[in-house]
């Protein structure tokens, strides 16, 4: 049997381990969160691809929009196989794809890059030092993402980028046709015109208090953050670290609350 010191210990370490000291989770929490936010992704596309063809006002919208004569024939997810395009819809003589987010509130992940990656993209490589020591200040609570020194100098390179960036992140070269944001606190699939959405964007580069990009009122780019379930025998200050990756990121309650959709539905 265990003593009374022993059963101390134990419980002293159980309550350590649960414990979510400084926001910062224990492994295994954060792999549930990847996971879970890996699987709401994964069933919002599937909710959209078994709910899209019982919405016949919806598709005589996208018909009329995009001029399609044909019937809905049906929808199908494309996995990882089609970038961009999670579903896929097939009419008679057309296809559209269809970007797909879920979100409840704040911020929602665009894509994600490596410094590196990032700045050979958009040939940005004499940023990447500015890029690479905001990301380790940051990660050592050493300041701001952009010093101030720094600002004038992001915002002339990347003010003439800015739909680019934005249209990499959203569409890609399989630019698809829709982007379907998923209000899963109101069950509701707004549909928008992508290809209108980039063209209507505003892509003025700014820099807010913190230091991070702004693009426009609804696109971020900044140091990615968190612990890296696979990463704790990487110091968070190493750029090999993948907190330390770039990610572009949309607000994109505020989105749907100001930018009307083509269509609704409730799912």
Same mark, same amino acid.
């Given at each position: 049997?265990?003593?009374?010191?022993?059963? *101390?210990?134990?419980?002293?370490?159980?309550?350590?381990?649960?414990?979510?000291?400084?926001?910062?989770?224990?492994?295994?929490?954060?792999?549930?969160?990847?996971?879970?936010?890996?699987?709401? #992704?994964?069933? $919002?596309?599937?909710?959209?691809?078994?709910?899209?063809?019982?919405?016949?006002? $919806?598709?005589?919208?996208?018909?009329?929009?995009?001029?399609?004569?044909?019937?809905?024939?049906?929808?199908?997810?494309? *996995?990882?196989?089609?970038g961009k395009s999670d579903v896929i819809l097939r009419f008679t003589n057309?296809?559209?794809?269809?970007?797909?987010?879920?979100?409840?509130? *704040?911020?929602?992940?665009?894509?994600?890059?490596?410094?590196?990656?990032?700045?050979?993209?958009?040939?940005?490589?004499?940023?990447?030092?500015?890029?690479?020591? #905001?990301?380790?200040?940051?990660?050592?609570?050493?300041?701001?993402?952009?010093?101030?020194? =720094?600002?004038?100098?992001?915002?002339?390179?990347?003010?003439?980028?800015?739909?680019?960036?934005?249209?990499?992140?959203?569409?890609?070269?399989?630019?698809?046709?829709?982007?379907?944001?998923? =209000?899963?606190?109101?069950?509701?699939?707004?549909?928008? =015109?992508?290809?209108?959405?980039?063209?209507?964007? =505003?892509?003025?580069?700014?820099?807010?208090? @913190?230091?991070?990009?702004?693009?426009?009122?609804?696109?971020?780019?900044? @140091?990615?953050?968190?612990?890296?379930?696979?990463?704790?025998?990487?110091?968070?200050?190493?750029?090999?670290?993948?907190?330390?990756?770039?990610?572009?990121?949309?607000?994109?309650?505020?989105?749907?609350?100001e930018v009307a959709p083509i269509a609704s539905y409730s799912a």
């Amino acid at each position: 049997m265990r003593t009374q010191l022993q059963r *101390g210990i134990i419980k002293l370490l159980l309550c350590s381990w649960q414990a979510v000291p400084n926001g910062v989770r224990p492994p295994e929490a954060i792999l549930r969160n990847m996971n879970q936010n890996a699987q709401i #992704g994964s069933n $919002v596309e599937r909710l959209f691809k078994n709910t899209i063809g019982k919405q016949s006002n $919806v598709l005589t919208i996208l018909k009329a929009r995009f001029g399609i004569k044909g019937n809905f024939a049906k929808a199908f997810s494309t *996995g990882t196989d089609a970038g961009k395009s999670d579903v896929i819809l097939r009419f008679t003589n057309a296809t559209l794809g269809a970007n797909i987010k879920a979100f409840k509130a *704040g911020f929602n992940q665009l894509t994600r890059l490596t410094i590196q990656s990032f700045c050979r993209e958009f040939g940005l490589v004499q940023l990447q030092p500015i890029f690479e020591k #905001g990301a380790v200040r940051v990660a050592g609570k050493a300041g701001r993402f952009i010093a101030e020194s =720094d600002e004038q100098m992001i915002i002339s390179k990347l003010n003439p980028l800015g739909p680019k960036i934005v249209h990499f992140a959203l569409a890609r070269t399989e630019n698809p046709e829709l982007l379907v944001l998923y =209000d899963r606190n109101n069950m509701q699939m707004h549909i928008y =015109d992508l290809p209108l959405i980039l063209t209507s964007l =505003d892509y003025s580069i700014t820099i807010s208090p @913190r230091g991070v990009i702004r693009i426009g009122k609804y696109i971020t780019i900044q @140091r990615k953050g968190g612990n890296g379930v696979h990463s704790a025998h990487i110091p968070k200050t190493s750029l090999s670290h993948p907190g330390n990756n770039l990610q572009i990121k949309m607000t994109v309650g505020s989105f749907v609350s100001e930018v009307a959709p083509i269509a609704s539905y409730s799912a």
